[in-house]
């Protein structure tokens, strides 16, 4: 039986430029690094209130990886979009898509880490 997740894997192209994204901009705390028994670099992270990790794997003997678009996102509650964006956008990466309003008043938009993949941010109406 499953019990719980406990991590989510993307596997990139440039595992430095990656993280960078994953600390700086997303703002996730890096918990742990390794090498697997095959080979791969690891690097996991953790989004504050969260106990799932995000692995991101570095493993070129599998070939260069090819995100497609609209394959996969992560989404993520942000306290302040706006502030997000900008924050973000200061740092090289603007929104994507958004900010929309949904139905019950929340804010939605997107952003797109350095190897394609997608975010979704996601703040709740106050």
């Known amino acids: 039986m499953i019990k719980r997740l406990l991590h989510t894997?993307?596997?990139v192209n440039d595992l430095e430029r990656t993280a960078t994204f994953y600390r700086d901009v997303l703002g996730l705390q890096e918990?742990?690094?390794?090498?697997?028994g095959r080979g791969s670099s690891l690097v996991f992270f953790k989004a504050p209130g969260s106990e799932e990790t995000i692995e991101i794997c570095h493993y070129p003997a599998s070939g260069p990886v090819v995100v497609q678009p609209d394959l996969t996102h992560l989404a993520f509650e942000v306290d302040d979009l706006?502030?997000?964006?900008?924050?973000?956008a200061a740092k090289g990466y603007a929104l994507s898509d958004g900010p929309h309003?949904?139905?019950?008043?929340?804010k939605i938009a997107f952003i797109d880490g350095p190897e394609g993949y997608e975010f979704e941010l996601i703040e709740h109406k106050k």
């Open 82 to 88: 706006d502030a997000f964006a900008k924050a973000a």
């Open 101 to 106: 309003t949904t139905g019950s008043g929340s």
């Open 31 to 36: 918990v742990s690094r390794h090498q697997s």
């Open 9 to 11: 894997r993307y596997r």
